[in-house]
């Protein structure tokens, strides 16, 4: 049987997501060096910045899913979303003090949380069952392609505009510029997007959603957990003997094997369900022994080499399983509530971060750098113990 080919839409989606972290990346590469030498921002500015940008994307994810089932219209938000961070791009070039960052970056953020959850269930809306892991790694693959080309550009304008970071701002609004304009003109609103009839979205059930729902979001909450933020391993590649010049290349790298193999996971997935066996459980249980021997090289790599080798194992990880977990949430949230189910699987990955930096960060000032790292693998490790005892439905 042949597989249905990947619908022109998810193309779409995912040339905008594209560039738009190509722009996002360039801002984000160079921000914490134009607060700290451009603006005096201390370490701890620096840091209730980011921690702020995570709290504003959480909340905003989770109602603009709710908000995409009641209306049962997506693309709007969509656009408002997308449309919010190219205007944010506007405002960092100009910012002359860091409250005018903080309100450059928290609508950045806005727009992030507002955009995710309606372009998923777009995504979910329109591709065929037998082929939404392929069409979810691919979306995946394209948005993180942007997370690679980013810091590149961002490093080359830096040399072509001879440091100047704000001339590099103003160069980031262009991708940003382009997505918008792509979403616009290129994607329409899915016919019969919610496979239901109209009136039958409820909050109740939006807040409440299903008990797969819910046990895909827990699963995704826990690998969140084992899996902080990508900030301590750039902390860590300076304890291994990198230059700070050379830092955004880590992104680089992990962003690089993140996207090339997210879309080949998704196709390996449907072929899996196609023949009658468990689509996600051998994928994931691969991604999350990454994540095991990622934690165990990085928590004690000593040299550039092996340090390299665990930002290596870490962007599989996340090829093996970013994807998955977003067709696994499509394939069990009823269609009516799919804007509410990703909203909540945002909400619930945010909040785990955020909670999951902040006790890594802890561990590592309590206990030194290897910390965070084996506490991350025997998460994992219980991660795997869940997925390994997953029984697929008949």
Do not use: C
Not at 105 to 122: C, Q, T
Not at 182 to 187: D, E, T
Not at 295 to 302: D, E, N, P, S
């Amino acid at each position: 049987m042949t597989a249905s080919p990947i619908p022109r839409m998810v193309w779409m989606l995912g040339f905008v997501s594209l560039l738009m972290d190509v722009s996002s990346e360039m801002v984000n590469t160079l921000l914490p060096v134009f607060l700290a030498s451009g603006l005096g921002a201390s370490a701890l500015v620096i840091g209730f910045i980011e921690g702020l940008a995570v709290a504003v994307a959480t909340v905003t994810k989770a109602l603009s899913g709710i908000l995409a089932d009641w209306s049962e219209r997506a693309k709007p938000l969509a656009v408002l979303g997308y449309g919010l961070g190219a205007l944010s791009r506007l405002i960092f070039p100009l910012a002359m003090s860091v409250d005018q960052v903080v309100l450059a970056k928290g609508l950045d953020r806005v727009g992030k949380g507002i955009r995710g959850a309606p372009r998923d269930a777009m995504i979910a809306a329109v591709t065929p069952p037998e082929i939404r892991a392929a069409a979810f790694g691919l979306r995946k693959s394209l948005d993180t392609m942007g997370g690679f080309l980013g810091p590149l550009i961002a490093i080359a304008a830096m040399l072509v505009f001879a440091g100047d970071i704000r001339l590099v701002f103003w160069l980031a609004a262009v991708p940003a510029a382009l997505a918008v304009l792509l979403l616009i003109g290129r994607v329409h609103e899915p016919e019969g997007q919610t496979e239901a009839p109209r009136g039958t979205f409820r909050l109740r059930e939006a807040l409440r959603l299903t008990a797969p729902v819910r046990a895909v979001i827990a699963l995704a909450g826990l690998i969140m957990l084992a899996r902080f933020s990508e900030a301590f391993l750039l902390l860590k590649a300076l304890e291994a003997g990198f230059s700070p010049v050379w830092v955004p290349l880590i992104i680089v790298v992990l962003h690089l094997l993140y996207g090339a193999a997210a879309w080949p996971v998704g196709i390996l997935s449907d072929r899996l369900k196609a023949r009658g066996s468990d689509p996600v459980r051998v994928p994931l249980l691969i991604g999350l022994g990454l994540l095991v021997a990622a934690h165990l090289v990085l928590g004690f790599a000593q040299t550039a080499p092996v340090f390299l080798v665990g930002v290596a194992l870490w962007g599989l990880h996340m090829g093996f399983s970013q994807g998955l977990l977003g067709a696994m949430l499509a394939a069990v949230a009823p269609p009516a509530l799919r804007g509410s189910a990703f909203g909540s699987f945002s909400l619930v990955s945010g909040l785990v971060m955020l909670t999951g930096n902040m006790a890594a960060g802890w561990a590592w000032v309590s206990w030194g750098s290897p910390a965070p790292f084996v506490i991350g693998a025997g998460l994992s490790v219980l991660a795997m113990a869940l997925v390994a005892l997953k029984r697929q439905k008949p």
